[in-house]
């Protein structure tokens, strides 16, 4: 497993980010032994890009957690696919519009990130480490993800990876536009 520090990425985090981030640590912390910030935002953030697109795995009941974070977060939770533990929190119009997306952990956060679609988007944050602050915070990068996001390079984070969901080529297009790879 690679882990890179923050300082040595340049991680980009709004203050906005920032705070609702510490926040979501500390709720987080008292209902899962593991919650980790994962996907575009992280990748975004590398590349000193915002987005309001949160995307949340946690140890645990994703649909359970997810509804009481949005009971202390004064808002309401959608549960997107109750099969498999996905659910959304949109936080009101005064909070700066973010969406929370909340699902299981599968396995160890680095098998976790093995099931993403791109080695760009199976990066992660430990919210754990958030808590002490950004200066502590190292990125997980199991599957080369940074190195190709240097390189400008789409990668499926697996062979089996477009065999699971054919519309991941369509993806990987999209992304590859709208990165300017």
């Given at each position: ?145 940074y190195r190709d996001l240097s390189s400008g390079m789409v990668r499926a984070a ?24």
């Amino acid at each position: 497993m690679t882990k890179l520090t923050k300082e040595r990425l340049k991680f980009f985090v709004t203050e906005e980010a920032a705070s609702l981030l510490a926040k979501l640590g500390e709720l987080l912390m008292e209902r899962s032994n593991g919650c980790y910030v994962v996907g575009g935002f992280v990748r975004d953030g590398l590349m000193g890009r915002t987005n309001s697109d949160i995307d949340v795995v946690v140890a645990g009941d994703a649909t359970l957690i997810a509804s009481e974070v949005a009971k202390c977060l004064g808002t309401r939770m959608v549960p997107l696919d109750e099969v498999n533990q996905i659910a959304r929190i949109v936080l009101p119009q005064a909070e700066g519009r973010w969406h929370l997306d909340f699902a299981a952990m599968r396995g160890s956060i680095e098998e976790d990130l093995g099931y993403r679609d791109f080695t760009i988007n199976a990066l992660a944050i430990d919210l754990a480490e958030i808590r002490s602050g950004w200066s502590q915070v190292r990125v997980i990068d199991p599957l080369g993800g940074y190195r190709d996001l240097s390189s400008g390079m789409v990668r499926a984070a697996s062979k089996a990876s477009f065999q699971q969901d054919p519309a991941r080529l369509l993806r990987a297009v999209r992304l590859s536009a709208m990165l300017s790879f």
